[in-house]
C-alpha cells in the first residue's frame, strides 16, 4: 500500500497513479485530496473525493501528507474512515476511485438483524413495486425506517408498514418494539426526515 496514513485509511498503489494523474491533467499538482462521509444510508456510507485548493482546508480538518499528496478529513468523517482503503474501481469507465471500508454497516447487532429482514424479506417484495425500505436508527427498542421509490407516498404505505413490515421485524427481531415511519409522505423536494444520532 502507498500513502499509509494510520491509524485512518490507505491508498492503493492504482489509486494513488489515478490521482496523480488527474491532478496532473488539470494542471493543479499540489491540490489535497478531500474525504468524506457525506451520509449513511442504511448500512451504506456516501463518500465524497474531492482534489481541492489547499487553501481550502479547515482548522479543524485532519490532514496527512503522504509522497507529496495531502489527504484531508473532515473530523467527523475521521471515525467513519479508520481502516478504510482508496481503491481504483475498474467496473468505472475510465478507473475511478471507491472506499473499501470496514466500517460500513450497522455496529449495533439490533439493527444488524434488522437491516436483514429489510434485505431479505422487506425489500424484495416492495421492490416489485418499485419500492424501498431502509433503516434510518434503531433506539430504544424502536426501529426508524424510511419508505422510498414507490413506497413514498403510497396508500397502502400504513398496511405495508403494519401488516408487512412491522410484523417481519418484530418476529425476526424481538428486540424491537416498535417501528417508526420516518418518511414525509406529503413532501416533494425534501420527503425524508432526518433522524439524529
Not at 493543479?28 to 465524497?48: N, S, T, W
Not at 449495533?108 to 424484495?124: H, L, Y
Not at 431502509?134 to 433506539?139: A, G, H, I, S
Request: glycine letters at 12%.
Amino acid at each position: 500500500m502507498v500513502g499509509m496514513i494510520q491509524p485512518l485509511l490507505s491508498i492503493t498503489q492504482d489509486a494513488r497513479t489515478k490521482i496523480d494523474g488527474v491532478r496532473t491533467f488539470n494542471e493543479f499538482p499540489d491540490a489535497m485530496l478531500r474525504v468524506r462521509v457525506l451520509a449513511k444510508e442504511g448500512r451504506q456510507f456516501r463518500y465524497e473525493i474531492a482534489l481541492e485548493d489547499p487553501r481550502e482546508r479547515g482548522a479543524d480538518d485532519l490532514s496527512v501528507e503522504s509522497d507529496g499528496l495531502t489527504v484531508v478529513l473532515d473530523p467527523s468523517s475521521a471515525s467513519d474512515l479508520a481502516g478504510a482503503t482508496i481503491e481504483l474501481d475498474s467496473a468505472v469507465i475510465g478507473g475511478g476511485l471507491r472506499i473499501d471500508n470496514p466500517n460500513e454497516g450497522w455496529q449495533d447487532p439490533i439493527a444488524r438483524a434488522v437491516q436483514e429482514v429489510i434485505d431479505q424479506q422487506i425489500n424484495p417484495g416492495v421492490g416489485s413495486h418499485g419500492g424501498q425500505v431502509t433503516l434510518v436508527d434503531v433506539k430504544d427498542g424502536t426501529a426508524y425506517m424510511r419508505f422510498g421509490g414507490g413506497c413514498q407516498g403510497c396508500s397502502a404505505v400504513n398496511v405495508t408498514l403494519k401488516q408487512g413490515v412491522e410484523t417481519a421485524v418484530r418476529k425476526a427481531v424481538p428486540a424491537v418494539t416498535a417501528i417508526v415511519d420516518v418518511t414525509d409522505h406529503e413532501a416533494g423536494e425534501n420527503p425524508y426526515y432526518q433522524h439524529g444520532h
